[in-house]
């Protein structure tokens, strides 16, 4: 029997809030993606527990549940404590928080983009050597050494680093998200 795809739709409207940004996220979060993907599909079904999500994918509760507090910790998943009125026994539904994932694929968005920038301003900025060994040094720290590797005794020699320029530029207007 074919798997049915799930409709990942959100409720709050994010240029960031993507399943493919979703589940890089969740990734990153739990390093196994096709564990952390079928929660996830679950989590956007419906509000579940994590008895329906172990039950509905075949993964072990207790990891189901360790994947349930990691995504709790960064916020992108909620829950909702009821407490069954025979047993006394707690019962967590939970759901995906859009606007929470949001903000965290934001801030990742303006932290890569900031570094991109940088990289870029200091590579414009700075004449750099580099020893036949591959040890890079800017101007500054190559006077100091009067040119020779303090690694491994070789002559620096300047490098033109143009074409890495080029290519952190077409990554910066690459990364780049319609605004």
């Not at 993507?18 to 890089?24: L, Q």
Request: net charge negative; glycine share 2%.
């Amino acid at each position: 029997m074919a798997k049915k795809k799930v409709k990942y739709t959100f409720d709050y409207d994010s240029k960031f809030l993507n399943e493919h940004n979703v589940k890089k996220l969740a990734y990153e979060l739990t390093h196994d993606s096709d564990t952390s993907n079928k929660i996830l599909d679950c989590l956007f079904t419906a509000e579940v527990t994590d008895e329906q999500i172990a039950e509905a994918t075949g993964i072990k509760l207790n990891f189901v549940r360790k994947i349930l507090y990691k995504f709790y910790d960064v916020g992108m998943a909620n829950y909702t404590r009821k407490k069954d009125p025979e047993t006394q026994w707690f019962t967590y539904y939970w759901r995906f928080d859009s606007r929470k994932a949001a903000q965290i694929l934001e801030k990742q968005y303006n932290h890569h983009n900031q570094e991109i920038k940088e990289s870029i301003e200091y590579e414009e900025n700075n004449m750099f050597f580099v020893c036949p060994n591959g040890c890079r040094y800017p101007f500054d720290e190559a006077t100091e050494f009067q040119f020779i590797c303090p690694r491994c005794n070789e002559k620096l020699e300047f490098k033109d680093n143009s074409d890495l320029i080029h290519d952190l530029k077409k990554l910066e207007s690459a990364y780049k998200i319609n605004e």
